[in-house]
């Protein structure tokens, strides 16, 4: 199976609606695909969805080097030979996380095409064929205009996911309290902090929060304060029975080690887009269960590509300690592959095909690659 071409493809990615959440405001996305061909005929899709704020990575970088040094090292190589391949990469190139999914995600695609079976099989085999995801509401500085969109993804969701930090403490939890007596009581919070809080606006929230019905809080205190971290997760789990989850503290296997022995969350998030791929999310998974703690899958607004790959993984993870943040696709303008997700009852059908599951939409990849414009 040797590779006879490889390809990046960056793309005009619009969001549908602006989207905010910590200090960001979303209305494009970088996103950039990744082609992988082989002397069989199989092709693999991949997907980077480089986000400035967590790497240095941008939609150029991103192109610059899969058509570059990436191309030059693949082509006649073996496929199969997946670690190899990317840990050659990784050697000249630390902390290009995006990239890195990109090219294990097509990897993985091509491979089990050429098998004629699923990503999630090629892994050792589903044990889920669906996966709980959860509406994602964003950031306003307008309590009732978040409560709104709460009560819009609440027709469709059983969990809720809501953002803090980005305002005032008092405001954010306005936001909160607002959004619960608009949903009702049978919807589950998440909270996601981005690390913008304080160990003191932990302590002033916890109540709140409580009372909100927040199930779990991700990122509260700074991931470079894994002390702070400790503390945040002691108050809020201890004297209020909310998780946290570690998300961006988790950037490789070994930061789950460190978290664990922090005692910095109870969740760990292993979103593979931000951790380089699935291979690498898998490795994180097992670093986590053997400490004990459990997982959870996470995104970054990618579009179909790489949401049909944390699906694969999603689909192999023992267990799930909450619902999936495997809705991005939804979010933008246009899709690019298909079928486009439906979720069911907060749930999405692991797709069954070989590879990824889904097909790149030659006549959109065409109106949005970005080279075509």
């Known amino acids: 199976m040797l590779i006879t071409s490889v390809e990046a493809i960056p793309l005009r990615a619009e969001l549908s609606q602006p989207f905010r959440f910590g200090n960001i405001v979303r209305t494009r996305s970088q996103n950039v695909l990744v082609k992988i061909t082989t002397d069989t005929g199989a092709t693999g899709w991949g997907e980077a969805c480089p986000v400035p704020q967590l790497t240095a990575e941008t939609q150029a970088s991103v192109t610059a080097l899969v ?28 902390g290009i996380h995006f990239t890195m999914a990109a090219l294990d995600t097509a990897l993985l695609d091509v491979v089990a095409q050429g098998h004629g079976m699923a990503v999630s099989d090629l892994l050792g085999g589903r044990v889920r064929e669906q996966v709980e995801v959860h509406g994602s509401v964003g950031w306003d500085e307008d309590p009732q205009a978040v409560a709104r969109t709460a009560q819009a993804y609440a027709e469709e969701f059983t969990w809720l996911k809501l953002y803090a930090g980005k305002g005032t403490l008092d405001a954010d939890l306005r936001s909160i309290e607002a959004a619960r007596e608009a949903v009702g009581a049978e919807h589950p919070f998440l909270l996601d902090i981005n690390g913008l809080w304080t160990v003191t606006d932990v302590v002033r929230a916890g109540p709140r929060l409580r009372e909100a019905g927040v199930q779990l809080i991700e990122q509260p205190v700074h991931p470079a304060d894994p002390l702070g971290n400790a503390t945040a997760t002691r108050i809020l789990l201890g004297e209020h029975g909310i998780d946290v989850a570690a998300d961006e503290s988790i950037r490789d296997p ?13 969740v760990i998030n292993v979103g593979m887009s931000k951790m380089g791929g699935i291979t690498p999310a898998l490795a994180a998974a097992q670093v986590a269960a053997a400490h004990g703690l459990p997982v959870m899958v996470g995104g970054v607004v990618e579009l179909g590509v790489a949401n049909a790959a944390g699906l694969q993984l999603a689909a192999v993870l023992p267990a799930l300690a909450a619902p999936s943040y495997l809705m991005g696709p939804l979010k933008y303008a246009e899709q690019v592959t298909s079928p486009v997700i439906a979720p069911q009852e907060s749930r999405l059908r692991v797709p069954t095909g070989p590879g990824l599951g889904v097909t790149v939409d030659e006549d959109a990849l065409g109106r949005l690659r970005l080279d075509a414009h």
């Open 67 to 94: 058509n570059g040094e990436v191309r030059q090292a693949f082509v006649g190589q073996d496929a199969r030979a997946r670690h190899a391949l990317l840990a050659a990469v990784n050697r000249v190139h630390l």
């Open 254 to 266: 070994a930061d789950v080690a460190a978290v664990a022995r922090a005692g910095a969350a109870s």
